[in-house]
């Protein structure tokens, strides 16, 4: 089993590589412009206990970004990328336009072993 620190500093080095996108962990900068993400560990999703002991735990992170520009390119990279990170599973959770700051914002919700 994987520590979480370390599944998410695999996590972080994989998701970071997507070029010329603006990726924050926690939170973005106050005066952030989009196109953006933001990404952040949530809780322990599930788990796997055998012989009185976690054999597996499954960290539960969500991802949300955001954009001004509608069928963002963006989007299917940051799809690919995850797709691609080993051990993890995701969905699209969220799609919806925030009036206060107009933009479009993503979320998707990833698992990962």
Excluded at 2 to 8: A, P, V
Aim: glycine share 0%; aromatic share 14%; hydrophobic share 35%.
């Amino acid at each position: 089993m994987k520590s979480i620190n370390q599944l998410l500093r695999d996590f972080n080095s994989e998701f970071t590589e997507i070029d010329n996108l603006k990726i924050y962990h926690y939170e973005a900068e106050e005066l952030a412009e989009a196109p953006y993400a933001v990404w952040t560990e949530q809780s322990e999703d599930d788990a796997f206990h055998s012989d009185n002991k976690k054999n597996e735990q499954v960290i539960s992170i969500i991802i949300d970004f955001y954009t001004q520009e509608e069928f963002d390119s963006f989007i299917d990279e940051i799809q690919t990328c995850v797709n691609g990170i080993e051990n993890a599973s995701w969905r699209l959770s969220v799609i919806d336009y925030e009036d206060t700051t107009k933009l479009i914002h993503y979320q998707w919700e990833v698992m990962l072993v």
